[in-house]
């Protein structure tokens, strides 16, 4: 399966594949954030809400990190594996533990406590 979004060598320098999900455009600016989606796989998702109709942070975008080992053919292979990742059916919201959508103070919590065990590994 291919993937149009798949950009891996618009950068040479860039140290990650990126796969775009959704237009940047339709998302607040000051709402960015990026949060792991696998740590240990090196796999980074970008969440922003938009700027029409909701509070939720919703995933735009994924960043595969080469010194993990991704290359073209293995985030093609992670991408048919993980449908969820190229359909637009809903909207896929920050991951939580719980089945309940977090609220906005629940999702900004949880990026405190990233990126506080982001620092931790470092």
């Not at 140290?15 to 999900?21: D, L, V």
């Not at 980074?44 to 080469?66: D, Q, R, T, W």
């Amino acid at each position: 399966m291919s993937f149009q979004n798949l950009q891996p060598n618009a950068n040479e320098q860039r140290e990650y594949i990126r796969f775009q999900i959704k237009s940047f455009e339709l998302f607040r600016d000051e709402t960015f954030r990026n949060m792991w989606v696998n740590f240990d796989r090196g796999v980074v998702g970008v969440y922003a809400m938009p700027k029409e109709g909701g509070e939720s942070y919703e995933l735009i975008e994924l960043k595969f990190y080469k010194a993990k080992g991704w290359d073209t053919q293995k985030v093609s292979e992670f991408l048919t594996d993980n449908p969820q990742y190229t359909t637009e059916a809903e909207p896929t919201l920050i991951p939580s533990i719980s089945k309940t959508t977090p609220s906005v103070s629940e999702a900004n919590e949880m990026l405190k406590r990233i990126k506080q065990r982001m620092v931790r590994r470092d």
